[in-house]
C-alpha cells in the first residue's frame, strides 16, 4: 500500500510502488485529466506537477512520489491554481484545443513554467518554445499556445 498526496488530498493506493504514477491517477483513482502518450517521457501528454515542477508520469514511479504532492489537470482547471486558472482561460480564449489529446500536459507544463518565472515577468517567445519544447502537439497549434501563455502571462502580471 502507497500514499499519494493528490490534488490537495491524501490517497491510498495498493499497487506496485515501481508502477508509473499515471497508472495510479488513471486506473486506481480514476483521475483520466493525465493522458497516456508515447511511455518514454518523449510527448508530455502526461505531464503533471510533482511539488509544483512539471514531471512526466509515465515514467515516474509511485515510489518517488512519497511524501511529495501530486498536482494533476483536474486540480488546476478546476480554479484551484491561480497560474493554472488563468492558462486554462487563455486556452479557452484563443481556442488553442483541436483534438486536445495533449492540451492537458500543455497546460501543466505552462502552469509550471509560468511560475518559475519571476512576479511579474513577461516571457518572450523563445523562453516560452524553449519551455514547452518536450509537449508534442499533433495538431501544430503552436502558435496559438505560445498565444495562450503570453496572454495567461499578462493577465498574472
Excluded at 65 to 85: F, Y
Excluded at 91 to 102: I, P, R, S
Excluded at 112 to 140: E, H, V, Y
Aim: proline share 3%; net charge positive.
Amino acid at each position: 500500500m502507497s500514499s499519494l498526496h493528490v490534488n490537495g488530498t491524501e490517497r491510498q493506493v495498493d499497487i506496485d510502488p515501481g508502477t508509473p504514477i499515471l497508472w495510479a491517477l488513471r486506473d486506481t483513482l480514476g483521475l483520466t485529466g493525465t493522458k497516456f502518450g508515447c511511455g518514454a517521457a518523449q510527448c508530455g501528454a502526461c505531464t503533471v506537477h510533482l511539488d509544483g515542477e512539471a514531471i512526466r508520469s509515465c515514467v515516474t514511479p509511485i515510489a518517488a512520489a512519497q511524501g511529495r504532492k501530486v498536482t494533476t489537470i483536474e486540480a488546476v482547471t478546476a480554479g484551484q491554481d491561480k497560474v493554472g486558472a488563468a492558462v486554462h482561460a487563455a486556452w479557452v480564449k484563443h481556442d488553442v484545443a483541436q483534438c486536445g489529446y495533449c492540451q492537458s500536459g500543455q497546460i501543466m507544463s505552462a502552469t509550471a513554467f509560468l511560475k518559475s518565472l519571476p512576479r511579474g515577468r513577461q516571457p518572450s517567445a523563445a523562453q516560452i518554445d524553449a519551455a514547452m519544447a518536450g509537449n508534442i502537439c499533433r495538431c501544430g497549434t503552436y502558435a496559438r499556445i505560445r498565444a495562450a501563455i503570453t496572454d495567461a502571462a499578462q493577465s498574472l502580471a
